[in-house]
């Protein structure tokens, strides 16, 4: 066969194959890695075995199957849900309560925005009360859906044992049609992220039963050990674009859908929601990770301010990190049944003004967390809502000073049957017990 200058024969057999083709193929694989992945597989020391550039094995294999053991909410508990809801719309002489695809529509009907994603045309759950025998109520589910996509509707997961579906033609109005055959006549309350609902609807969601708390404690245990994986691994010299990169891949190997970290070094971490850059990590920085992922819906937000073994941190620095912990411990002793948002936020923000750094404390202590990384109940100044059994709830107090430092610790807690505040990462140990040992 005539063979051209420059070109490869496309005809070579396996047997052909060997020796020193085989050690130019590779060769020419490995040169294009750095072009499809970055240069972070290449400078990353301890990343891979063997301290080359070629992957010879998955760097966060032991994070693997942390969380395969658990289950997504059963459907009796869903059931349950919309038992309660069409009790408390019924209490409250409402006719219904309707939610697009989101965190109530997945709460209460296993409609989330991976199922069914928004768009101009609403499909929308529609919970309704419903009187029978011995004066029981029990919820009525419909689901409006634009009638093109009745089909693929009537497709989603709904746990319940007879869902009406209600289309609507695109020349009507799908809210006209709603109301029109569903007969609702009273109160109607839309779902919390399209104001006004009843307290007592927001409530549902709030106070987590025992399987969500379960789910909850794997996704933050499984993003804790995630940080932790990836601080073993980091170098001095490393970019926080490459440990964010890091970080992704970790969080992804430890089962959680939807990964992400906000990845900060030296004086960037004085920027609390700051967005990342390719800062490079010194001898004397601080490096800041705010991660979270997803467990069958359920999310998780755990930060952590840390040091490398190498790292000379500044005295000054320590003493700042430290006083955030014992904020945060504080804290966590005032959070508990009965007690009031407020108090607990000035609990951490009163312990931060006597070591004279209260001012550099520049947002709430926490949120709510569920189906949604930001939810109620908010640990702010000025929020009178008293925490109850069931609540989930971040404790995060930090100190920002722009242009040195930015020291931020974030643990989940919830209220145990007990009343008392319990971390969500408990079981793998918890607060953080220095910037070397997160």
């Not at 395969?68 to 059931?79: C, D, G, N, R």
């Not at 965190?103 to 029978?132: C, D, M, Q």
């Not at 859908?257 to 800062?279: Q, V, Y």
């Amino acid at each position: 066969m005539e063979k051209r200058v420059g070109q490869t024969p496309t005809n070579l057999t396996t047997a052909q194959l060997t020796g020193p083709r085989i050690a130019f193929l590779l060769l020419a694989c490995i040169a294009w890695i750095p072009l499809i992945f970055g240069t972070s597989l290449f400078h990353v020391s301890g990343l891979f075995k063997g301290g080359g550039a070629f992957p010879l094995s998955n760097p966060f294999s032991d994070l693997a199957n942390h969380c395969e053991s658990s289950q997504p909410i059963t459907a009796a508990e869903f059931h349950e849900r919309q038992r309660r809801l069409a009790s408390t719309l019924h209490h409250l002489n409402a006719s219904a309560f309707i939610a697009e695809p989101g965190a109530s529509a997945h709460y209460f009907g296993n409609i989330s925005t991976t199922t069914w994603k928004l768009s101009e045309r609403p499909l929308l759950l529609v919970i309704t009360p419903v009187l029978v025998n011995d004066n029981q109520i029990e919820a009525k589910v419909a689901i409006l859906t634009p009638q093109f996509e009745a089909t693929r509707a009537k497709m989603l997961p709904i746990p319940h044992d007879s869902v009406e579906y209600i289309e609507w033609p695109e020349e009507r109005n799908p809210y006209e049609v709603a109301i029109s055959a569903l007969t609702i006549e009273d109160k109607v309350y839309l779902d919390e992220s399209a104001p006004p609902s009843a307290p007592e609807i927001q409530e549902l969601r709030q106070r987590k039963s025992d399987a969500e708390i379960e789910l909850l404690k794997c996704a933050n245990e499984a993003t804790l050990l995630a940080i932790r994986a990836v601080h073993k691994k980091m170098t001095i010299g490393m970019k926080e674009s490459e440990a964010r990169r890091m970080m992704s891949m970790a969080l992804k190997v430890a089962g959680l859908d939807n990964g992400g970290c906000l990845t900060l070094f030296g004086e960037n971490a004085a920027l609390p929601h700051g967005s990342g850059s390719d800062r490079v990590l010194g001898q004397s920085d601080f490096a800041l990770f705010d991660c979270g992922g997803s467990l069958h819906g359920y999310v998780s937000d755990v930060t952590r301010t840390v040091a490398l073994p190498k790292t000379k941190v500044p005295s000054e620095h320590q003493a700042i990190w430290s006083d955030v912990l014992s904020a945060q411990t504080v804290a966590a002793r005032v959070a508990k049944a009965g007690a009031i948002a407020q108090d607990i936020d000035a609990s951490a923000r009163s312990f931060l003004n006597l070591t004279g750094r209260g001012a550099y404390f520049t947002h709430r202590l926490g949120h709510g967390i569920g189906l949604e990384g930001h939810e109620e109940p908010y640990i702010r100044g000025g929020s009178l809502d008293v925490i109850k059994i069931g609540h989930t709830f971040s404790n995060e107090p930090g100190i920002y000073i722009e242009g040195k430092v930015g020291v931020r610790l974030e643990d989940c807690f919830y209220i145990n049957s007990d009343g008392q505040s319990i971390f969500l990462t408990e079981g793998i140990g918890g607060q953080a017990l220095s910037p070397w040992d997160p």
